[in-house]
């Protein structure tokens, strides 16, 4: 079977399309809240805390 030029382009094209989607349903999925996606200092790998 041999892979030709037109099909990877559109392999690619679809992988991105994807892509795009995925990230969509996510930012739709929080609610279309660009706050959650800031960092968060109070991270559960942070024990120890210097006041």
């Given amino acids: 079977m041999k ?6 382009v559109k392999l690619s094209l679809s992988f ?3 892509g795009i989607t995925v990230s969509f349903l996510g930012f ?3 609610g ?3 706050d959650s ?3 968060n200092q109070d991270n559960w790998y942070r024990i ?4």
Avoid: N
């Avoid at 892979?3 to 990877?8: A, E, H, V």
């Fill in 28 to 30: 739709a999925l929080s």
């Fill in 3 to 8: 892979i030709g030029r037109k099909f990877l």
């Fill in 37 to 39: 996606y800031k960092p």
């Fill in 32 to 34: 279309f809240d660009l």
């Fill in 48 to 51: 120890v805390h210097f006041d």
């Fill in 16 to 18: 991105i399309i994807l």
